[in-house]
């Protein structure tokens, strides 16, 4: 449901450098020492770099996908717990996160990184496409930030991070509706919990501009290079982004080192939108 990453060996993370995309050593700093966390659309993307790095940062995590195969590696990778479901079927949500409450022995965290795309016109959008769409990208972060609360007030610091879009703040084009009302709905519900949170617990939102993951891999076309994708000249930095480059802002938001910051929107995209 979310799309590749970096990745962790010799005890130091593989991090991708930003302008040649070759990668360079560094040290994890444990920013994540003893936090336990809760990951979704870990199999790939953007969710499997957040928990490549996560892990890397010292944290203990419970991971979440649909994609049984490639989230049980991810798990033996890095350690993390996986449950493979499906979250369109939002019934079992309370007992999963309770379950993975008592497996890590409480909660610090939860980030909806889990998500899916939709393309299409208003005239072209029937009751199947909208369900998917919204199911995945709001409603489930909904239950699960729901199910996560009771554990996440009893702990310090606690955070939660939704992994919403650019086209939440600006949409792509005239085939962006479903998918824009259904990230834009996470944005507002982000604000409105992080308001209904305050102070106990911190509720932020991600906003990625196009990152080269299997989900939106097909926007930037059959280029030698992403960064030669005519999507990818809205940007003002020229080039797509990185599944790492998203996984560091949203790191920065699941620690304490944004102790600070709870109802804002964050925008990783590359200059699309100045937000």
């Not at 499997?48 to 203990?60: D, K, M, N, Q, S």
């Not at 509720?203 to 992403?226: E, F, K, Q, Y």
Request: hydrophobic letters at 45%; one cysteine or more; glycine letters at 12%.
């Amino acid at each position: 449901m979310s799309g590749g990453g970096n990745g962790i060996a010799g005890g130091l993370v593989r991090r991708e450098a930003m302008a040649t995309g070759s990668t360079e050593p560094v040290s994890p700093s444990g920013r994540m020492a003893g936090r336990r966390v809760i990951i979704t659309g870990a199999a790939s993307g953007i969710g499997l770099a957040v928990a490549e790095l996560l892990t890397a940062e010292g944290a203990r995590t419970v991971l979440i996908d649909r994609s049984r195969s490639e989230l049980e590696a991810v798990g033996a990778r890095t350690g993390g717990i996986p449950v493979v479901h499906d979250l369109l079927d939002v019934t079992p949500l309370p007992s999963i996160v309770a379950r993975a409450a008592d497996d890590l022995g409480g909660l610090d965290g939860l980030i909806n990184c889990a998500g899916v795309e939709a393309a299409e016109l208003i005239t072209e959008v029937d009751q199947s496409s909208w369900n998917r769409t919204l199911g995945v990208n709001l409603v489930a972060p909904f239950f699960l930030c729901q199910a996560a609360v009771p554990y996440l007030v009893r702990v310090e610091n606690a955070s939660i991070v939704n992994v919403a879009s650019g086209a939440a703040l600006l949409p792509t084009g005239p085939t962006s509706t479903v998918y824009a009302a259904s990230k834009g709905g996470l944005l507002s519900f982000t604000k409105a919990l992080a308001m209904e949170l305050a102070p106990k617990v911190r509720v932020n939102a991600v906003c990625p501009g196009i990152p080269d993951t299997p989900m939106v891999r097909h926007l930037l076309g059959d280029h030698s290079s992403p960064d030669d994708a005519p999507a990818v000249a809205r940007y003002a930095l020229g080039r797509a982004g990185r599944p790492a480059e998203i996984a560091a802002a949203i790191l920065f938001l699941a620690s304490v080192q944004s102790s600070f910051v709870t109802g804002s929107t964050l925008a990783v995209d590359g200059g699309r939108v100045f937000h």
